[in-house]
Nanobody, 121 residues
């Protein structure tokens, strides 16, 4: 069984920074795309950023220039460095990964449990 475990959320003042981590564990053969989504109160979940296994990235317009996604394939971990945080960035952040388990023929889309980021003074 494979799972994603996130860490790094919390309360930060506007203009501050946070770094989120998401580690995949279990019987993993390969991980394809990894990404971060967020869901603010009363809003739908939205894609924040994603990264391919080769390191190609894409970002939502609202976070370009402020957020950076990276991954460590040896550790099966994806990171989200968030700088210049704004109150509008307040949301529960979820990591997502396309994972091929050992012995499986299919990639599964897995989700982390979510971590709350609150940007407030």
């Amino acid at each position: 069984q494979v799972q994603l475990v996130e860490s790094g959320g919390g309360l930060v003042q506007p203009g501050g920074s946070l770094r989120l981590s998401c580690a995949a564990s279990g019987r993993i053969a390969k991980i394809n795309d990894m990404g971060w989504y967020r869901q603010a109160p009363g809003k739908e979940r939205e894609l924040v950023t994603a990264i391919t296994s080769r390191g190609s990235t894409n970002y939502a317009d609202s976070v370009k220039g402020r957020f950076t996604i990276s991954r460590d394939n040896a550790k099966n971990t994806v990171y989200l460095q968030m700088n210049s945080l704004k109150p509008d960035d307040t949301a529960v952040y979820f990591c997502n990964a396309a994972v091929l388990s050992t012995g499986s023929l299919w990639y599964l889309q897995l989700w982390g449990q979510g971590t709350l980021v609150t940007v407030s003074s």
